[in-house]
């Protein structure tokens, strides 16, 4: 009767173990593969979490916007995907960045037990995917969690003593090595044109002004038709007096889709009045916009109706290097090895601005192609649509 006692007592104890520990680990089976994709990370640095045995919940939850993700301290851990933004990001193409971001962030701070880090690069982009909490200066928590950045914002998520790598650093002057002119756009032939937005077009007195009436930034194409396999420099020079708090001007390169629609990686300038600054924004047109901000230093530009301001895009090695006035301002490999065929300008949202300069030219010293630099130049801009390029301010 004893042991039979014994038998009941551990059955018992057996399966009430069994049912805590089942309570103490629930993974929502949309989140695991993230989850797994973590711990094959740490694995790899050489950290183990036996997460079954320890407990985690991490599941989705309706949370208080702006909040994409919060982690409890509890027992078991607890870790909340917000399911609205689960689902809005799958119309981005860097939605799986987008995803790993949020469920790394928070179970950095579960697992690794890291705090917020909102310290920056040297060229000001967040050092850290740990970056979030208060806002600070006005700035998105978006981090560029892609191509070559992604490693090393993994190595610095496991260590904090990462180096910074090299391609994050700020304030290298153009080389100056151009290529092979075979584009300008042609300033002399003066022409005029209203859109059904009340948009203005004008080319007059050696420049392209254009007056934009609707209340987001346009993209205007500048050369169309091109054909870049190989690496390329574009080169715009804009005078525009941004005013409004968020206002911008940029450049654009892209590369066909369809026959009808592109997509393409654009880099813009904007004015935060609050803080007094100049910001540098680079993006894609199918990203959660943008891909990445930094803080311009105050001797970079001075963007005025009267001073010329010169924005680039280089592509090496399929590599995407954008400038103001010759200076380095960031790097990205996003979709960069595409063929370019669109170049232009982003303008700014109930404002106007004047392109004195737009030309393109190709690195590759290859012969140039007689359909190329004779159709380009005489060309009239093409108008492409609306850009959304302002952030949304997510904390994690």
């Known amino acids: 009767m004893r042991k039979q006692n014994i038998f009941i007592f551990t059955l018992i104890s057996l399966l009430l173990f069994s049912c805590k520990k089942e309570d103490n680990y629930q993974v929502d089976a949309r989140l695991d593969p993230y989850l797994q994709l973590f711990l094959q990370e740490a694995e790899q640095r050489g950290f183990h979490f036996d997460v079954e045995e320890n407990g985690l919940l991490l599941q989705f939850a309706d949370l208080k916007k702006p909040t994409i993700g919060l982690c409890t301290y509890s027992d078991p851990l607890l870790v909340q995907i917000d399911r609205t933004y689960w689902k809005e990001v799958t119309q981005y193409n860097n939605c799986e960045d987008l995803r790993q971001d949020v469920v790394f962030h928070e179970l950095g701070h579960g697992l690794l037990n890291r705090k917020h880090d909102n310290s920056t690069l040297s060229n ?28 090393y914002y993994l190595d610095e998520l496991f260590n904090i003593k990462t180096p910074e790598p090299s391609f994050t650093k700020y304030g290298a002057k153009f080389s100056g090595e151009k290529g092979e002119l075979i584009a300008a756009y042609n300033f002399s032939k003066e022409k ?25 930034n346009n993209i205007v194409y500048l050369h169309t038709k091109g054909n870049f396999t190989s690496d390329f420099y574009y080169e715009i020079k804009v005078k525009t007096d941004l005013i409004g708090n968020g206002d911008c001007v940029g450049i654009i390169a892209s590369y066909p889709l369809s026959d009808t629609t592109s997509a393409g990686n654009y880099f813009y300038i904007s004015k935060n009045n609050t803080y007094k600054d100049f910001r540098a924004c680079a993006g894609h047109m199918q990203c959660l916009p943008p891909i990445a901000e930094v803080i311009l230093q105050n001797d970079v530009c001075n963007l005025s109706n009267s001073t010329e301001t010169t924005l680039a895009i280089e592509r090496t090695n399929d590599e995407l290097y954008f400038y103001v006035n010759d200076q380095l301002i960031y790097r990205n490999d996003y979709m960069a090895d595409q063929t370019y065929i669109n170049f232009g300008v982003v303008t700014p949202a109930k404002n106007t601005v004047a392109i004195t300069s737009s030309k393109c030219y190709d690195k590759s010293n290859r012969t140039l192609k007689s359909e190329t630099g004779n159709t380009l130049s005489s060309e009239f801009a093409k108008f492409d649509g609306k850009l959304s390029i302002h952030p949304s301010n997510t904390i994690k």
């Open 192 to 216: 005029y044109l209203t859109d059904a937005d009340g948009n203005i077009y004008n080319v007059s007195d050696n420049m392209y002004k254009i007056t934009t009436n609707s209340d987001y």
């Open 124 to 151: 000001t982009e967040w050092k850290s995917i740990m970056c979030g909490g208060e806002t600070v200066r006005d700035r998105s928590w978006q981090v560029n969690f892609s191509g070559k950045r992604k490693k």
